[in-house]
């Protein structure tokens, strides 16, 4: 178990592609970090250049208190779990599992020992024999997860493990992940491109976009308080509705007239943008703000009413018993809904 | 080979059986039929002349019929000293044949999967350059350096040596051309997941990368090894000493005998020799391809 700290590290590719912005990430002992963002965002990237696999173009990683910047993978006491499982398809589940080990040199009978124990932790024991092609794809993850556990490594790197499975499978596995890196007491940095994920799995999460970093926070910060507009719409489904406006300083106004009354503004005056919540609003006939329905959609728990809030599209998410139907309506904030960002950079104000 | 074209036709034939007969498919058939008839009437034929005595075949030639004089040829072929030195026989012939084929074969999987390493998963200066350039050699056959590579080992005193017989020999743009295609479709994360294992190249290469590719090479094995064993050109130039003949070579040491003029050619026991020469490519490809055919449905990867 080891802490991991990253200081101002960089990716310039040799084709002068900056994949990754100069940042620093501190994680300390024991806590699964989650890498999120749009694809090529950098994240992914970025876990490689902590395994070993990418090389550090500048700055210096740190895993406990050695820097790895230049150590072989194979060195780092790191344990990776690939996308698409990486098994080796002509290793039995055992083999695969032990593999690392037999590298290191460890007698047999101990190799044998851990891949049982770590099998056993995983319900994997009635599968030692198998080859990777005999396991549903479930049984394949636990095999790779099985792989990084027996190396007892001081550092998890999840590379999008979920994203080949099917949903029920993925919420399933997403907890055996959690219940097992907590048992385990293992730091992780786990890169996922699914905002769930992120939000039910980390203790942070850390939003990338065009290889910088957006914000790193807790999941209740990021989501309460996103840093930017592009936090506030990628992270939260449905997205937070973001409307263009302008502040006085005092009271903020809607592009399209409509002003949000009691909601506060930034003491930045001039144009702005303005981000609500799908769920921090409520419907309320008698609520100040006009808001015209224009589609319904049914997800049983919730409804979710698509329509505009003063010429701009703006979508509200409703209880199951709350009765909807298209058309005019009024709508009222809850307290603490309005966030405000700049106009350009999107940045929060 | 006529007899791999031939086994592979009869196997895609019954492979699916006729529900209804259908018209258009009755010119496709009669093609089929008409090329397997083409490859295997000969063979036939040589089987049948290989049961009469040397007489008959020099005045009437081939047959089509059977005689009684089968065990005589084969065991003629298999056992009685023959050559200028009397000191070869059928058996020994077969073994330097098998060595020659089975050497070939290995020699171009291993040169071939090697180089196919180092071009795909080595970070080397001019690597598709010096593929191209392996590439090109499909180009320039044995025959067309074959003076130059003669000098050479005469020069290394391998004349008259299985290591001067197949050596030259194992170079192969094909062996590397679907050893690198291969390769290539190894998906990344596996040498990912293998440097985080700590698998340095050589483990990679033999724990992983040749289980792997274990069709491949079966595959390669069955082309190769029919390739080896058919070399007329090589062994004929390298190989003075009779004990070091092949079959292909040994059967036409026999019909020497008539260029010299010196007596009948032994045409029954040259016809029996044809088909024991025939018959181990023959086995090679049914063993094989049952091996690798299970291979492929197992669908490791």
Known sequence: MAKVKLDGVRKVYPNGVEAVEPCDIDIPDGELVVLVGPSGCGKSTLLRMVAGLEEITDGTLMIGDAVMNDVEPANRNIA??????????????????????????LPKAEINQKVAEAA????????????????????????????????????????????????????????????????????????????????????????????????????????????????????????????????????????????????????????????????????????????????????????LLHGRLSGQPFSVSVNKDQPAQTGPAKVALKPGAVHFFDAEAGRRL | MADITESRIEAQSTARPAKRIKWEHIGDHAILIAGALLMLVPVFMIFASSSWDDITLHREGLQFGFSDDMANNYNAALFEYGGFTDSVNGVTMLANSL??????????????????????????????????????????????????????????????????????????????????????????????????????????????LVPLSQTMIAAMFIIMFVFGWNQYLW???????????????????????????????????????????????????????????????????
């Not at chain 1, 998890?156 to 048992?183: H, V, Y």
């Not at chain 2, 040596?161 to 990344?188: C, K, N, W």
């Open chain 1, 120 to 303: 056993k932790m995983l319900n994997l024991s009635e599968y030692l024999n198998r080859r990777p092609s005999q396991l549903s794809g479930g049984q394949r993850q636990r095999v790779a997860m099985g792989r990084a556990i027996v190396r007892s490594p001081e550092l998890f790197l999840f590379d999008e493990p979920l994203s080949n499975l099917d949903a029920k499978l993925r919420n399933q596995m997403r907890i055996e992940i959690r219940a097992l890196q907590q048992r385990l007491g293992v730091t992780a940095m786990y890169v996922t491109h699914d905002q769930v994920e992120a939000m039910t799995l980390a203790d942070r999460i850390i939003v990338l976009n065009a290889g910088r970093i957006e914000q790193i926070g807790t999941p209740g910060e990021i989501y309460s308080q996103p840093a930017s507009t592009f936090v506030a719409s990628f992270m939260g489904a449905p997205p937070m509705n973001i409307f263009t406006g302008t502040s006085d300083g005092q009271q903020a106004t809607l592009d399209g007239g409509v002003s949000l009354n009691g909601a506060g503004a930034p003491s930045h005056t001039g144009k702005i943008q303005i981000g609500i919540r799908p769920e921090d609003v409520a419907l309320d006939a008698s609520g100040p703000l006009p808001f015209e329905v224009e589609i319904v959609e049914e997800l049983g728990a919730h409804r």
């Open chain 2, 235 to 301: 062994p004929t130039l390298i190989t003075t000493d009779e004990s070091l003949f092949t079959l292909v070579r040994g059967i036409r040491q026999i019909m020497q005998a008539y260029a010299d003029g010196s007596s009948t050619p032994e045409y029954g026991e040259a016809a029996a020799l044809a088909i024991i020469a025939m018959t181990p490519p023959v086995l090679v490809v049914v063993f094989f391809q049952s091996w690798f055919v299970k291979g492929l449905t197992e669908s490791d990867k």
């Open chain 2, 99 to 208: 060595i020659l084929g089975i050497g070939f074969a290995i020699g171009k999987i291993i040169v071939g999967m090697m180089a196919a390493y180092a071009i795909v998963y080595f970070r080397l200066r001019f690597a598709t350059l010096a593929f191209w350039m392996i590439f090109t050699t499909l180009l320039l056959p044995l025959e067309v350096r074959i003076l130059p590579s003669y000098e050479v080992i005469t020069w290394m005193n391998l004349g008259n040596t299985y290591t001067g017989l197949i050596v030259p020999l194992i170079a192969s743009a094909t062996a590397t051309f679907f050893f690198r295609q291969f390769f290539m479709s190894v998906p990344e994360e596996l040498i990912e997941a293998a440097r985080i294992d700590g698998a340095g190249p050589v483990k990679f290469f033999i724990d992983i």
């Open chain 1, 80 to 105: 990776m779990v690939f996308q698409n499982y990486a098994l080796y398809p002509h290793m039995t589940v055992a083999k695969n599992m032990g593999y690392g080990l037999k590298n290191r040199g």
